[in-house]
């Protein structure tokens, strides 16, 4: 397949050309996330910058009409995300245009991303595979007084002494170590961890993100650690708009998401392009599970 794009694109009546997205305002690019409906705040695009690359597509008066960005981990792995076409473009090819531009930059990477039904047909015409559905759930967050165990004794808040061990048990659960990323949400986040034997076995973090609070990443080794580390974030913000995405379809997870206010809103499919998720996995019956994502932009 060729994979060398030119530099502009014709579309309808004019042309399209790339700009590297550190040069573009915040409000133009949150414009063209509201035109197709998306949650993302200024301050999560400007968060999503600091953490990847990216390209955006530039009309010939400077409009913002596309985007795509990438977000590398080590020399050979990398997550895509923020691909984004306005609604008049979005059959004309300016998505595979962005993608292939994305691709000169990720050479000898795997990529994994997270595909909206509109973009499965544009992932798949460039040879990514499905992996699994991921559940979005949100809602209005509350706390049934029957719900769950209420011996939190070995779940405490994390601090910043506590990021190496959160970055390895992140690694064990993704499948890659994700070091910079995991700083940076620390600095941004709220977190709260389980200890076993004065080890952190658990943590999940929490931050301000589109319409209220997303939890993400939650990295644990069962179902009942994942609802012990997201419980003290439902319960900071009850009453508020509170989102998690995650692969867990079923099981006591699962179930205390929806009765904590969270039912599923909209799925979307996690896709690859060279190593599976299933090449990532460790081995170990109690190996750490990633139960939640840290968004779908960023896996």
Excluded at 30 to 43: C, F, I, K, M, Y
């Amino acid at each position: 397949m060729e994979l060398k794009p030119s530099g502009s694109l014709k579309i309808d009546t004019f042309s399209m050309r790339i700009g590297d997205i550190e040069g573009v305002e915040l409000d133009r690019l949150h414009a063209l996330s509201l035109s197709v409906g998306w949650p993302h705040r200024a301050e999560d695009w400007q968060f999503l910058r600091q953490s990847g690359h990216g390209f955006v597509a530039l009309d010939e008066i400077g409009r913002v009409l596309g985007s795509a960005m990438w977000f590398a981990h080590g020399t050979d792995f990398a997550t895509v995300g923020m691909v984004i076409t306005s609604p008049r473009l979005q059959t004309l090819g300016a998505g595979q245009w962005l993608m292939k531009r994305v691709f000169e930059n990720v050479v000898g990477c795997d990529l994994r991303l997270n595909a909206t039904r509109a973009a499965r047909r544009l992932y798949l015409s460039l040879d990514f595979q499905p992996e699994k559905t991921v559940y979005q759930c949100q809602g209005i967050a509350r706390l049934e007084t029957t719900d769950g165990p209420t011996d939190m004794r070995h779940v405490r808040t994390l601090d910043p002494g506590d990021i190496p061990a959160a970055i390895a048990l992140d690694a064990a659960g993704f499948g890659v170590r994700r070091a910079a990323l995991i700083e940076r949400l620390f600095a941004n986040s709220a977190g709260s961890g389980l200890f076993k034997d004065g080890r952190l076995s658990a943590f999940a973090l929490c931050r301000p993100f589109g319409r209220g609070y997303v939890v993400g990443p939650v990295v644990a080794e069962s179902d009942a650690d994942a609802v012990a580390i997201v419980r003290p974030h439902v319960h900071d913000h009850l009453g508020s708009f509170l989102r998690i995405d995650t692969h867990m379809e079923t099981g006591e997870f699962a179930t205390f998401l929806s009765h904590a206010g969270m039912p599923v809103f909209d799925t979307v499919l996690t896709m690859s392009l060279g190593k599976r998720l299933t090449d990532f996995a460790v081995g170990g019956a109690t190996r750490p599970k990633s139960y939640a994502l840290a968004s779908q932009t960023l896996g």
